[in-house]
């Protein structure tokens, strides 16, 4: 079993989803829930058609990290 690493990031629409170690997975939904669900078919999905298609599977297991950064404001304040 392989594991990936999914990134969620707020858009109008709802959720944009995308997997980290393979950035052709990607969908949206209207909700985080949505997203999910759509990013896990699209994920059997793209592994159906690579190993149809003969082409070698990314290795998942990215380590992703926050970075807190404080940044002052420059310029007048709105």
Known sequence: MITYTAKYTK???GYL???VEWPEV???GKDLE???ALLRDALREMV???QQL???IPAGNA???Q???EVERVGPAT
């Open 54 to 56: 003969g082409k070698e």
């Open 34 to 36: 949505e997203c999910r």
């Open 63 to 65: 380590l992703i990290e």
């Open 67 to 69: 970075l807190p950064v």
């Open 26 to 28: 990607v969908t949206e």
């Open 48 to 50: 159906l058609a690579y």
């Open 11 to 13: 858009i109008d629409a």
């Open 17 to 19: 989803g995308q997997l």
